[in-house]
Nanobody, 117 residues
Framework: QVQLVESGGGLVQTGGSLRLSCAASGRTFSSYGMGWFRQAPGKLREFVAAITSSGGSTYYADSVKGRFTISRDNAKKTVYLQMNSLKPEDTAVYSC??????????WGQGTQVTVSS
């Protein structure tokens, strides 16, 4: 089992940057694939980015490709989401999740990202 805690959200202007962190507890972090998801008010949760357990492969939603970068540090049990060139439509609660066998089982509480125009 793993517990996840996100941090790094906040208020930023259009075009700005933020780096989200997701710290995990538990001894088996390196065995989990990790993903970032977001949910804006009145909308369904959507996939943002994912990274394999080794960090060797990454995946992005088309809406963030080229602007966001997911990475992980297994020694620190942390996954990151670097967000550049932020837009108002990126405003949402961002949550990280841990997956086994392709199923996202564990979720953090989320961190609010607000991009002002």
């Amino acid at each position: 089992q793993v517990q996840l805690v996100e941090s790094g959200g906040g208020l930023v202007q259009t075009g700005g940057s933020l780096r989200l962190s997701c710290a995990a507890s538990g001894r088996t972090f390196s065995s989990y694939g990790m993903g970032w998801f977001r949910q804006a008010p009145g909308k369904l949760r959507e996939f943002v980015a994912a990274i394999t357990s080794s960090g060797g492969s990454t995946y992005y939603a088309d809406s963030v490709k080229g602007r966001f970068t997911i990475s992980r540090d297994n020694a620190k049990k942390t996954v990151y989401l670097q967000m550049n060139s932020l837009k108002p439509e990126d405003t949402a609660v961002y949550s990280c999740s841990a997956s086994t066998k392709g199923v996202y089982e564990y979720w953090g509480q989320g961190t609010q990202v607000t991009v002002s125009s």
